[in-house]
């Protein structure tokens, strides 16, 4: 019956389940459980508190942990300059928020914890995470953009110096591509995490079915398997990076439509 | 795929705790401590600039004493060249004028040595003259037995020296 116990179910990793018996907790009919995505957005949020705490001790000479922390804000604060300007500077409180918590999701979510029994939860691999995340950048566009720019905001859509007849054309093309914003970004994070880890999932299930089949599948599917995985696992930490970027990047740069037009 | 197979159920529970926790996370972390850190920051930086600024000023300010030092010490050189040129001159002034003095001395002492030597040689030609001239009056006394006056033999004699 070794063949039926060792089936795994790569997606199944992405189930989420309430805990503590909040299945029933509901605000106006609406289920709020408190399920495992909400304890690792939870752990998350502490981790990256008790991070920053390291950056609180606010010395004129730094150690390497507030010189770790400064890094991280001298990163948005540089990003936002380059791609805003100045007036980019208010928007580092939440472009900082936004990177950091993606950023320590993904990696948290790459932890080895399930060798001590613990499941680290992705929840950067839910699209109802990462959509809200990407709904919030975009409002914060759509919002900055009538309150600067009123309904000139919509010239947006027409790229300065365009003929009256291209115009025409491009404004619709222009409209969607903006539209499509909020979507690409949010399922590029979602893709991404999910993605890398069904890989891992599927390279570990082969590990473990080759081990169980004998000694010479073990030799010729679990160690190689055993070896991507471990080449993957370092990818997938330099993902979790990327993605955390390209989101903060995306965002930003969003912003920057949002503040100067074209 | 759990993400769209749990969707009725879990998107209100996700939607509300991500609110809730990332709401905090953007309060707590990014509206109240990245300030924190970023004042940090700029603090230090400017606490940089300020003393790099300092250390240039301090920098000029030896440059201009260092300046000034070499220019007195270039005054200073020069007033001590000239002084040892003077006291040059005046050595090889003083020298000179005792040179001269001593060259008139022994100038005058060579003269006065001339004179009393040729002084000398006139008197011992005189006397050779009066000598050979009695040796003269002598010899022809004897040898001729002719008395010869003083004045004549005299006279032969200096023909005779004068012609060598």
Known sequence: MAGETAKVDPMHQFTIEPLFGTETLDIAGYNIAFTNSALWMLITAVVLWVFMLGGMKQQLVPGRWQMMVETFTGFIDDMLEANIGKEGRKYVPYIFSLFMFILFANLLGLMPLGVVGLHPFTFTSHFTVTGVLAIMSFAIVLVVGFWKHGLHFFSLFVPSGTPLIMAIFIAPIEFISFMFRPFSLGLRLFVAMMAGHVLLEVLSSFVIDGGNAGLVWAGVVSLPSFALMVAICALEILVSGIQAYVFALLSSLYINDAEHLH | ?164
């Open chain 2, 1 to 164: 795929m759990p993400q769209i197979a749990q969707l009725p159920e879990i998107w209100s529970s996700q939607l509300f705790w991500l609110l809730v926790i990332f709401g905090l996370v953007y309060f707590v972390i990014g509206r109240g401590m990245v300030p924190k850190v970023m004042d940090t920051v700029g603090l230090r930086d400017k606490q940089i600039a300020d003393d790099l600024a300092a250390a240039q000023a301090a920098r000029d300010a030896a440059d201009e004493q260092e300046e000034a030092w070499r220019k007195r010490e270039n005054a200073n050189r020069e007033a001590a060249q000239a002084l040892v040129n003077e006291a040059k001159a005046k050595a090889a002034k003083s020298t000179e004028t005792k040179l001269a003095k001593v060259q008139a001395a022994i100038d005058a002492q060579l003269e006065e040595a001339e004179t009393r030597i040729a002084a000398s040689r006139a008197e011992a030609a005189a006397e050779i003259e009066s000598v050979a001239a009695e040796a003269a009056q002598d010899i022809a006394q004897r040898l001729a037995n002719v008395s010869v006056t003083k004045t004549v033999a005299k006279s032969a004699v200096k023909k005779a020296m004068a012609n060598g």
